[in-house]
């Protein structure tokens, strides 16, 4: 898998292929950035690419090295995750041990540690001591969405690798590509913040359903003398949506910014671009502010539902507030 197969990240890539071109591969590095911007395939990628016996900044994908990594079985290199919660201080001892044996070729081990802000203090101070002084030539990359909450000396010690969010456009394509339909993509991209994260959601059987059902009870507080107070509760009870309901507000308040898209003539950043003739029709029923005053509600409600809120009580607040 060659580095051009990762999507976006042209800093991210120009600075590790540089790095081999140079010999100069850093003893540590810190992917940080958010979830599901492509840390963990980067690090595999680097992992191969140091291996890779047949090119020097990239990796062929048909080595014996690169095979291995795709397989899952290489010897020199070991992955490390949380273990519940948390990586134990035994998992960096583990980790230590398996360091103390030489490498299998002629390249430095390398350890890839998956949510490295989560290890516990034991494991962090573990950590520092291995990062200074590794018994054998290593390559570590930390891979954390939260780097603040590391070590400072982890840290310090470390070379900072900085992943920006995927551009819209770009997971809209991928997704194409995938064959998702244009109207899910749009609504799963606006959700989250990577790729990996889109296609976990819309793997979730209740995802294309929680979208239907918040038109429907958007459509309908619409209306004069709505009835999607009274609809809502039957609903979500039939439809078992009652435990997504943080999707359901992050979806009307997508909903309620398209109004306000339309008005401003933003047509392209429309996220239910499928309902454009509804909303075209619609937008001019109420006017800037209140579109933005209902955009706060849903916020409010996620809120709610946060802090342990009755979840039927805030959805219903939610609906009469629209009507209001």
Request: aromatic share 8%.
């Amino acid at each position: 898998m060659p580095f051009h197969d990762i999507l976006g990240q042209e800093d991210v890539k120009r600075l590790l292929q540089n790095a081999l071109r140079k010999d100069a591969v850093s003893h540590a590095y810190l992917f940080t950035g958010p979830s599901g911007s492509g840390q963990m395939k980067t690090a595999l990628m680097f992992a191969q690419a140091i291996f890779c016996t047949r090119l020097k900044d990239d990796a062929c994908g048909e080595c014996l090295e690169c095979r291995k990594v795709e397989h899952g079985n290489h010897p020199d290199l070991t992955l490390l995750a949380p273990d519940g919660a948390s990586i134990k201080i035994d998992q960096i001892r583990e980790l230590q041990r398996m360091f103390s044996y030489r490498s299998e070729g002629v390249n430095p081990k390398i350890y890839i540690i998956e949510g490295a802000d989560k290890m516990t203090v034991q494991a962090a101070n573990s950590l520092l001591k291995f990062l200074e002084e590794p018994p054998a030539p290593a390559v570590g990359i930390l891979i954390s969405d939260n780097s603040s909450s590391l070590l400072p000396t982890i840290q310090s010690r470390t070379q900072r690798i900085p992943f920006s969010p995927l551009h819209p456009d770009i997971m809209l394509q991928a997704l194409a590509g995938e064959g998702v339909p244009v109207a899910l993509a749009r609504c799963a991209v606006s959700l989250t913040s990577g790729l990996e994260g889109c296609r976990e959601l819309l793997a979730q059987n209740w995802f294309a359903e929680m979208r239907n059902l918040v038109l429907q009870l958007a459509k309908e507080s619409m209306g004069k003398g709505s009835t999607a107070v009274a609809t809502a509760g039957q609903k979500l009870a039939k439809t078992g949506l009652g435990e997504h309901l943080d999707t359901l507000f992050s979806m009307f308040h997508l909903w309620f910014k398209d109004m306000l898209y339309f008005l401003y003539r933003r047509h392209e950043s429309i996220v239910f671009i499928d309902q454009l003739d509804f909303i075209s029709r619609h937008a001019r029923e109420r006017s800037t502010e209140q579109w933005i005053a209902y955009m706060e509600f849903a916020a409010e409600s996620k809120r709610k539902l946060r802090s342990n809120a009755n979840a039927a009580l805030c959805l219903e607040q939610f609906l009469i507030r629209l009507e209001g």
